[in-house]
């Protein structure tokens, strides 16, 4: 079965602390990978699409990056606002079913 | 605020009981699909349709269904509850039919007694 594992589990950061956030997958023919932001109690919000291996997003603080078997969020200079769980997600081939990982909960104190 | 609507937020009720949660997707989208939140087992796909159409299927039980209506909003039943059915449900809406780029609603909590 297609396989999205994210690490670590949680992250505390101070501000100003650059990370990242690994999510590796085992799907073949990806359709694409996608990462979210989940606020406690809220619903997922959308946050980058990538296609294919050597792309890059960028928002603000995020940027995202993907390879042939993995995917960074990296966070740079985070600010406490910053703090949420971060969920990857991948679209296979199959379609229809856009398979999350269990996601980063990151944490940056002041 | 994402522009899809779920209702109720909140919901307490017995086991063996019956539940219907409500979904208005975002102005325009035509594609609906309904998640599960736990803290065990993470986002899990149940259930997309798109202009009213079931287009795909997740683990999603036999005791729920659902279905998306001519106006396009949807709503997701769930009977014969039980205790492990307590989650957060999460309806998400896409302009377009098979896409990872989602916008979710605040999400219906469920909690049974």
């Known amino acids: 079965e297609d396989q999205v594992t994210q690490s670590p589990e949680a992250l505390r950061l101070q501000e100003g602390e650059s990370s990242s956030l690994n999510c590796s997958y085992t799907v073949s023919g990806l359709r694409g990978l996608f990462w979210y932001r989940q606020d406690p109690g809220k619903g997922p919000e959308f946050l980058f699409t990538?296609?294919?291996a050597g792309e890059e997003k960028e928002k603000e603080r995020l940027k995202a990056t993907l390879t042939k078997k993995e995917s960074f969020l990296h966070i740079t200079a985070p600010k406490p606002e910053d703090s949420a769980t971060y969920l990857c997600a991948v679209l296979p081939p199959s379609w229809g079913k856009l398979q999350f990982g269990a996601g980063t909960q990151v944490v940056v104190t002041p | 605020d994402s522009g899809v609507t779920q209702t109720p937020k909140h919901l307490i009720t017995a086991t063996g009981q019956r539940v219907t949660l409500r979904c208005s997707p975002r102005?325009?989208?035509?594609?609906v699909y309904w998640y599960q939140q736990s803290l065990d087992q993470g986002l899990q796909f149940l259930i997309h349709y798109y202009n009213g159409e079931e287009r795909a299927k997740g683990n999603i039980l036999e005791r729920f269904s659902a279905q998306q209506f001519p106006d396009l909003h949807s709503e997701l039943n769930l009977s014969s509850l039980e205790l492990g059915d307590s989650a957060l449900y999460f309806c998400a809406s896409s302009g377009r039919d098979f896409t990872g780029e989602l916008f979710f609603g605040e999400g219906s909590r469920l909690t049974v007694l």
């Open positions: 102005s325009g989208d035509l594609s």
């Open positions: 990538l296609y294919s």
